[in-house]
């Protein structure tokens, strides 16, 4: 009888896994977006209960803005959290083994561990006292966590350019391998020109990257700059990239691939 | 045998024989084409000209004017050229596709300063 019942059970538990496991395994994007939002509804709440609570300072009133702020407090270290950790999966999606950024990489999780420290914390407020004392506390350390995400944001857009180099130097490799022998002496000193010139853009990575000063992040972060004059810099990393690929394809198309 | 000889003896019949004998009996149509002799040749030549007209119109409808036409260059056929394509388009495909934005994602504004104290709001 048991085992009659065993096997429709297991098809229907089937069923249902598959048609939820899309939202179970939610990707680092949705759960930023998701806890983004539970800050955006808990915070308009929650300024809507202060400003009753300090216009009519009653008993219930105070109750209501505390247990708000609890939970946007919860709902912002989380939503926190989760940025860190989008950044962090998205660099990851990179596949990349570049030691300038693992500073940036191991400060994001620091900072992701603590706003979920903070966010398990928040939960122990219990009177307007606690709660003052919770912020305060978090004023004095929140500036450097804070920051942090702004290099990962950098730090993000390094990982896809150093993918693109890795990936422009593996199809470099490929090519020379498929070439006629010997090279003619033109088409040699296109393949040293490519070399050369991927070396200048390795270089101009490499000075983006190390330019990340974690040491004084604070200060770095609020500079006015800091997002600009690193555009600059994509921006021309990117034609050199274009370029340099333009030039391999021509070889690829004039030399490689067969001829129609 | 007997020779049989008719003898016309009706005046009016022995004045027309003599009439026609004589040419009498022409005298009024010969007045008469004389009266109306222009008329008759203009009538005659517009007569002459219609026919020449409808015999030139038979002519001109029987032989077709020839037609011109260019001479035949055949279907044209559209020259269809392979492009070669790389095996790396790909790789130029992510770099276009590459975003100079920053900063991206845009970091959302968060209020670190929930308390009930201050009317920061």
């Known amino acids: ?260 | 045998m007997s020779n049989l000889k008719f003898e016309i003896t009706n005046p009016e019949a022995v004045k027309l024989l003599n009439d026609i004998k004589t040419g009498a009996y022409l005298v009024p149509i010969k007045a008469w084409i004389t009266r109306f002799k222009w008329f008759l040749v203009s009538g005659l030549v517009l007569v002459v000209l219609l026919i020449a007209l409808a015999v030139g119109k038979a002519i001109f409808q029987r032989s077709k004017p020839p037609v011109f036409l260019p001479p035949d260059l055949g279907t044209p056929v559209p020259t269809t050229r392979k492009t070669v394509k790389s095996d790396y388009e790909w790789i130029r495909q992510n770099i276009q596709n590459f975003s100079t934005d920053l900063p991206d994602p845009v970091i959302p504004p968060f209020d670190n300063a929930i308390d009930l104290e201050s009317d920061n709001i």
Not at chain 1, 86 to 112: E, F, G, H
Not at chain 1, 219 to 247: H, M
């Open chain 1, 1 to 260: 009888m048991k085992c009659h019942l065993f096997f429709p059970i297991a098809i229907i538990l089937l069923v249902i896994a598959s048609i939820t496991s899309p939202f179970v395994l939610a990707d680092a994007k949705s759960d930023y977006d998701y806890q983004y939002g539970q800050y955006r509804t808990g915070y308009s709440e929650f300024v809507i209960l202060k400003r009753d609570y300090l216009n009519t300072s009653s008993l219930d009133n105070q109750q209501k803005a505390m247990l708000s702020a609890k939970q946007t407090i919860l709902a912002r270290d989380l939503a926190k959290a989760s940025l860190n950790w989008y950044l962090m999966d998205r660099i990851a999606s990179y596949n990349i083994d570049y030691n300038p950024i693992k500073p940036v990489i191991t400060s994001l999780d620091t900072a992701r561990q603590y706003f979920l420290a903070q966010a398990k914390k928040s939960q122990s407020i219990i009177t307007q006292e606690d709660l003052n004392k919770f912020t305060q506390s978090n004023l004095a350390t929140i500036s450097e966590n804070d920051s942090i995400v702004k290099f990962g944001i950098v730090a993000n857009k390094v990982a896809a350019l150093v993918r693109i180099q890795t990936d422009s130097s593996i199809a470099l490799d490929a090519i020379i391998l498929k070439l006629p022998t010997p090279i003619p002496s033109g088409l040699a000193a296109r393949i040293q020109e490519l070399k050369d010139s991927s070396k200048i853009i390795d270089g101009k990575i490499d000075l983006l990257a190390n330019n990340l000063n974690l040491a004084d992040a604070v200060a770095e972060s609020v500079n006015e700059i800091f997002f600009t004059s690193r555009v600059e810099k994509l921006v021309e990393i990117r034609e050199l990239q274009l370029d340099w690929i333009d030039r391999l394809i021509d070889i690829d198309i004039n030399y490689v691939q067969p001829q129609i």
